[in-house]
């Protein structure tokens, strides 16, 4: 095994992790095994728990892990399926720690920073090594910014693992910002000549610097980098601001020879150059499309990144039939203040994402009936479906006061409530339905169809509550089909309305599952919906 360690420095928000999962995608098509992780200094377990104007989208995998947004670039640049392995925390270190000391395991020792919680660091990184014998190089990503105070157990088990696997198997990549004053006209360099001082302080001297620039890196600024950070010039590569979309990262760092620099590094230098024509291709169709189709997205708003999965994913299905999907963000708040019509009247698509709490529900409800009635595509997703649920329930079975029993208990009828299981809970930690599991289409329905008329699908869950199975058979009577249940348990999965072009709800998350090549066929098919329905 190969690793390389992402690092970064100056500010946050840098795109460390676009950079992490670019440099995945150009070894990735170099033939390399490449997977990535990444490793974060807060001290929350997981990121599960966090509210979503704190920290993005808590981002799924298989295996029922809530892990940090960057895990999501990663399955999305690379092919790597990643595990709870791949995301490890401050939180879960200090957990293990003292987890061991309790049981005694440190033997009577003084249990400290060093050796013990830098030691728990390198276990993980010699556990995936050993769990994965078929992957060539891991990227992993350090979160925070380089001279933060909790990444500094991060940093110096790192640069003892360097020492204790071989430094030629090792290549550290510092990412740094180059800001531009505009007053001055000029790029400076300073702060990241300061960062990589900081790095080199704690004992690690970055192979390569990536610069992350509004503008073009000139040869002087280069050769200062080159020169006052201690590395080649050619390893002082550029990251420029993409103009359309962050699938073109990759083919930026390109530019300069990233994927060159590191092979050259770990002493892979062998290995053909990328084949990126499949990557090239679908950044183009991403840059020109031919049609176009706005939806609107009713969430709750503060963060942008949020919903990133689901934006993406619309992205992809957009490539595939060649449509720029213009998003618009709605605020679902906003609905119940001006009424459907007004906010929605000129979009192609609704779709109503995941989501806690009962701010903007009524909001939601409003939008799954605008676009029950006026015909209009619609995707819900986890919430979203359960909203939809609720809505036909009050509109067309006329259950007056339908709900779910996470915005009204005592809902004279809860058509979404608490699987027995759920009752009773108080941890809030990883205990709710998460991860893939297996459902079964019922053959004949949308839902079949767009899967290709697949038997058994696995999609991957985050959520609590359920539609009740008491209420199944009066929205059956009423119009409303279930496509799919859960394989085990026999949960609804998929509900849909055969009355209506597109009205489809899933109480999975699609857009966990979605690659720019691949997109997921139930965003494919609402986005041919939309499309569609935008040429009407
Ligand atoms: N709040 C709902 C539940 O827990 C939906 C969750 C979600 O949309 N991810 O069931």
Known sequence: MKYIFVTGGVVSSLGKGLAAASIGTLLEHRGLKVLLQKFDPYLNVDPGTMSPFQHGEVYVLDDGAETDLDLGHYERFTSGVLTRMNNLTSGQVFDSVIKKERRGEYLGKTVQFIPHVTDEIKIRLHDVTINNPEVNVLITEIGGTVGDMEGLLFIEALRQFALEVGKENVCFIHVTLLPYIKAAGEVKTKPTQQSVAKLRELGIQPDIIICRTEADLDEDNRKKIAMFCNVDKKNVVAFRDVAHTIYECPLDLRRDKIDRLVVDKIGLGHTPPPALEGWERFVQRVIHPKHKVTIAVAGKYGLLDAYKSIYESLIHAGAQHNTKVKILRVEAEDIEARGAKEVLGDVDGILVPGGF????????????????????????????????????????????????????????????????????????????????????????????????????????????????????????????????????????????????????????????????????????????????????
């Open 357 to 536: 709490g009962d701010r903007g529900i009524e909001g939601k409800i409003l939008a799954a009936k605008y676009a029950r009635e006026e015909q209009i595509p619609y995707l819900g997703i986890c919430l979203g479906m359960q909203i939809a649920t609720i809505e036909f329930a009050r509109n067309v079975c006329k259950l007056k006061g339908a709900n779910s029993t996470e915005f009204d208990k005592n809902s004279p009828h809860p058509i979404i409530s608490l699987q027995e299981e759920q009752i009773g809970v108080e941890d809030m930690g990883a205990t709710m339905r998460l991860g893939s599991c297996e459902s079964i289409l019922l053959a004949g329905t949308k839902a079949a169809d767009l899967y290709g008329n697949a038997e058994r699908i696995h999609e991957r869950h985050r959520h609590r509550y359920e539609f009740n199975p008491d209420y199944q058979e009066r929205l059956q009577e009423a119009g409303m089909v279930i496509s799919s249940v859960s394989a085990k348990e026999g949960l609804v999965e998929i509900v849909e309305l055969p009355s209506h072009p597109f009205y489809l709800g899933a109480q999975f998350h699609p857009e966990f599952q979605s690659k720019p090549n691949h997109p997921h066929p139930l965003f494919s098919g609402f986005v041919a919906a939309a499309l569609e329905y935008s040429q009407k």
